[in-house]
């Protein structure tokens, strides 16, 4: 068991934790941060970015990653790879510990800890993930060389899958429960010109079928939002992009949060209800959810740290 003193914790390692990183490192503080399970987050499960500023041309979301992490290794911060499994936040200094057996003592923390994709729920979704049923379609599209595949959701996510495996697939099938999607215009637009993909309203999907030996999905029952009528369909795969949820488990009973997950912290601030903790990305923002926006709250949330230990003379880390 180690025990390690900083001025600025920060946990979590997408957009948001190097840009707090990054800030916090020039500003002096010499910050740590604790990458959690998934280092670099959610853009490394994505392929092209074309909407982060600075590049004209797209980018590959591991690759735009890692160069945050290099950028705030590089500037002073020390990444760490490991998990936060716990928390105290009772108290200054805070008392977060890991489970490589590191204990932070930490004057300020920065959760950026983001979200994760969630599923649909059902037992067969848990039978045939990895047999069919996938969450990352750039993780797993190239399996699905010349089949028939679909993609449930109407976000963005669901939409970029959907164009992404038309890469890989012979078909591709979006299944949305509303008439209307909520993906971006331009996505729709990509979507609705493109020869290979249909869209499937009005509809959930309500099992997923398959054989046992080999285990493998051979199709879906859906049903109908507004007759209730169920129907089966014949595919090779699919792809589940139905939001995400917040990774914010270990802060329970320690931060105020809404009834799904968020960390609330009122508009356009990173302050939580503990002083000395702030959080930025995804994990407090319902509304954009943007890797540019998780970037620009990591910045808040550093800066907004820096003036915390200046108004603390009796931080002495
Ligand atoms: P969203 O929350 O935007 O969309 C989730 C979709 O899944 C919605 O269409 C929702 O339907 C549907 N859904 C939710 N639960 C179920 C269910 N149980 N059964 C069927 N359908 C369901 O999540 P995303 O993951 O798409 O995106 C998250 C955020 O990340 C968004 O802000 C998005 O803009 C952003 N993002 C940005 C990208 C980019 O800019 N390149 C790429 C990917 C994500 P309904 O519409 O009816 O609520």
């Known amino acids: 068991m180690q025990e390690r003193k900083t001025k600025i914790l920060i946990i979590g390692s997408g957009p948001a934790g190097y840009s707090a990183a990054i800030y916090a490192a020039r500003a002096g503080f010499n910050p740590i941060l604790v990458t959690g399970m998934t280092p670099g987050g959610q853009l490394t499960i994505t392929t092209d970015v074309e909407n982060y500023p600075g590049f004209a ?3 590959q979301g ?4 890692d160069q945050m992490r290099d950028q705030a290794a590089h500037v002073g911060a020390e990444i760490v790879y490991d998990y936060v499994e716990s928390v105290d936040f009772s108290k200054r200094p805070f008392v977060c510990k890991t489970s490589g057996g590191t204990t932070y003592i930490a004057w300020c923390v920065i959760i950026a800890t983001g979200a994760q994709a969630m599923w649909l729920g059902l037992e067969s979704e848990k039978t045939f993930r990895g047999f069919g049923v996938s969450g990352c379609a750039t993780c797993d599209g190239f399996f699905f060389r010349g089949k028939n595949v679909a993609v449930v959701g109407g976000g963005n996510t669901a939409v970029e899958e959907a164009l992404y495996l038309t890469n890989h697939a012979s078909h591709v099938t979006l299944i949305h429960r509303r008439d ?3 993906a971006e215009k331009i996505l729709q637009e990509r979507l609705f010109a493109h020869p290979k993909i249909s869209v499937l309203w009005d509809h959930v999907v309500s099992e997923i079928k398959g054989e046992e030996a080999p285990l493998r999905m051979t199709g879906v029952e859906l049903t109908h939002t507004k007759t209730g009528e169920k129907s089966l369909h014949a595919f090779d795969g699919l792809f589940v992009a139905v939001g995400h949820k917040p990774a914010t488990e270990i802060f329970k009973g320690q931060i105020d949060m809404d009834e799904v997950g968020y960390i609330t912290c ?4 990173v302050f939580t209800n503990v002083e000395g903790v702030f959080a930025a990305g995804d994990v407090q923002e319902r509304l954009y959810r943007q890797a540019v926006v998780a970037a620009g709250q ?9 003036r915390d230990i200046e108004s603390h003379p009796e931080c002495h880390f």
Do not use: V
């Open 57 to 59: 041309e797209a980018i």
């Open 180 to 182: 209307a999607l909520r």
């Open 298 to 306: 990591g910045c808040m949330a550093a800066l907004d740290a820096a």
């Open 62 to 65: 591991p690759w735009l990653m």
């Open 266 to 269: 009122p508009p356009g601030t």
